[in-house]
């Protein structure tokens, strides 16, 4: 039986989340209303396509979890999936996919030097250093409250994933 997560480690993610989300998507339509487009259909595939295929699976469906109460919300919408184990390779291309939709504004920023994409002003390049200090503690936070303490054995980020590599690597 897992341990279930206490209710502040998931607020506190959240409060860091909740923030650089919007904080990205203001940036971006302030600069660039292709690049903000994009995050729209980004964001909305990985709280939607992304829950189904990964959250549905898991052992914290419904529950309280470190990755901002996701678990909660994909019981809003679909039904747990008692047929399988939790789903490796959808967990791994939703972790690339939700670094590349964080840090697509920082993307579109860079782009934005060239002169072709996006007009950052000095305002958004406060907002852009301001959100990199955002996602940055929010991705220290996520793994030193969550995934650093996760017992998920079956997530390849977990420590419990990681105890058991290192122990298979010890047996070699
Ligand atoms: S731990 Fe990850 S996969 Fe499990 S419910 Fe939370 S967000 Fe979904």
């Known amino acids: 039986m897992l341990p279930r997560w206490p209710r502040r480690v998931m607020l506190l993610n959240l409060a860091l989340f909740i923030p650089a989300l919007f904080l990205g998507g203001y940036i971006l339509w302030q600069t660039t209303q292709l690049f903000f487009w994009l995050y ?98 929010g991705f220290v936070v996520h793994q030193g409250t969550g995934c650093s303490k996760c017992e998920l054995e079956e997530c390849p980020f977990s420590k419990a994933a990681q105890e058991k590599r290192r122990r298979l690597v010890r047996s070699v």
């Open 40 to 137: 729209i259909v980004v964001w909305v595939g990985i709280l939607t396509v992304g829950r189904y295929f990964v959250c549905r699976t898991c052992p914290y469906y419904g529950q309280d979890c470190p990755t901002y109460g996701w678990g909660h919300l994909t019981r809003l919408m679909f039904r747990r999936d008692e047929t399988r184990g939790f789903n490796v390779a959808a967990g791994v291309i939703e972790f690339a996919t939700t670094i590349v939709a964080t840090l697509l504004p920082v993307i579109a920023w860079v782009i934005g030097f060239s002169g072709k994409v996006a007009d950052f002003g000095t305002t958004e390049h406060i907002l852009v250093g301001i959100l990199l200090g955002l996602v940055a503690a």
